[in-house]
């Protein structure tokens, strides 16, 4: 006899996606119709997965590896002038937290470039691969066809995306106003 009641299994890829907190409120089933629109890449140590400055199409997804994202100085003729001097005079002012250099290093079930779901502005900074890496991808054009066909699954995902970006702004709040306790 056929027993209709028995849990489906489900693959191992989905219960990944189901644990990542993008993801945490779908069912099964809208999971898997999630799950059909995403897409794996593979990247080699050191090799950039987008730049500052690009347009933003996707979100990223860690699965395994790990990836920096880092930000460029932003070109300033005055800033440029003071350095040429500052060289001269060996003074080298403390740059503001987030000016260049490390911005983060994620690992598997984090993910990044999660603007790219809501506009096309230009990266805030670049993304490469600090060891090879497996990367699940979701396009924006697929997002916002999600949301003309299953509103209800695109309505989750952009809670939880909220979440996450509100979350992001109170710990950046957080390390300003810390920071200009210090100074």
């Known amino acids: 006899m056929v027993n209709l009641f ?9 219960e990944r996606l189901h644990g990542l907190s993008l993801f945490v409120h779908l069912t099964p089933a809208e999971l898997q119709i999630v799950d059909g629109l995403l897409h794996e890449r593979s990247y080699l ?16 997804i860690v699965a395994a590896g790990q990836v920096l994202i880092s930000r460029q100085e932003q070109a300033d003729p005055g800033r440029a002038a003071q350095a040429g001097a500052n060289e001269q ?13 490390l911005v983060a290093q994620l690992g598997p079930g984090t993910f990044f470039g999660e603007l790219a779901l809501l506009d096309n502005s230009p990266r805030s900074a670049q993304a490469r691969a600090a060891a090879p890496c497996q990367l699940i991808v979701f396009f924006r054009d697929d997002f916002v066809g999600l949301l003309d066909t299953h509103a209800r ?23 300003i106003s810390a920071h200009q306790h210090l100074v």
Do not use: W
């Open 6 to 14: 028995r849990p489906k299994k489900t693959s191992p890829r989905l």
């Open 45 to 60: 140590e050191g090799e950039v997965i987008f730049d500052e400055g690009e347009e933003g199409q996707a979100i990223y």
């Open 89 to 101: 005079t060996g003074f080298h002012p403390r740059r503001r937290q987030g000016d260049t250099g």
């Open 153 to 175: 699954i695109a309505s989750k995902i952009s809670r939880q995306l909220a979440c996450h970006l509100g979350a992001r702004m109170r710990n950046m709040a957080l390390s």
